[in-house]
């Protein structure tokens, strides 16, 4: 009887707590409502899209990166340290291993893109 009493006390916590929330948030979209209607309208900032470029050399870096934690997750259990397990060692090289493969097909067919607009009659 006694833990049926705290569940009823938990439930009603509960409750309490989510109708706390809902009201919140009513006010909150409230007054996110009257300040797009009653205050200033404020300049957006235009965001600039990353070019290409700086899109392929994050890629890139991000390979690399992920490479080279393999590589060093790798070294480390061959040296034996007892901080690095080999289930760490075999998804850092799996995760390496598949964005390397990603990477290869981005560049396949931006590769074949460029071979089809190079193709086309002017």
């Keep these: ?40 309208r404020q300049v957006q900032e235009i965001q600039q899209t990353p070019s290409f470029n700086d899109m392929l050399s994050n890629a890139v870096n991000s390979v690399n990166d992920l490479q080279q934690n393999a590589s060093e997750l790798r070294t480390a259990y061959d040296m034996g340290d007892p901080n690095v397990d080999i289930t760490r060692v075999m998804i850092a ?21 460029y071979e089809d607009i190079m193709n086309m009659p002017i």
Excluded: C
């Design 1 to 40: 009887m006694v833990q049926r009493a705290d569940i009823n006390s938990v439930l009603s916590d509960i409750r309490s707590l989510r109708a706390q929330m809902a009201q919140n948030q009513r006010i909150e979209q409230d007054q996110s409502v009257r300040g797009r209607i009653d205050g200033p």
């Design 93 to 113: 090289a799996q995760k390496s291993s598949v964005s390397f493969e990603a990477l290869t097909q981005v560049r396949n067919r931006v590769v074949r893109a």
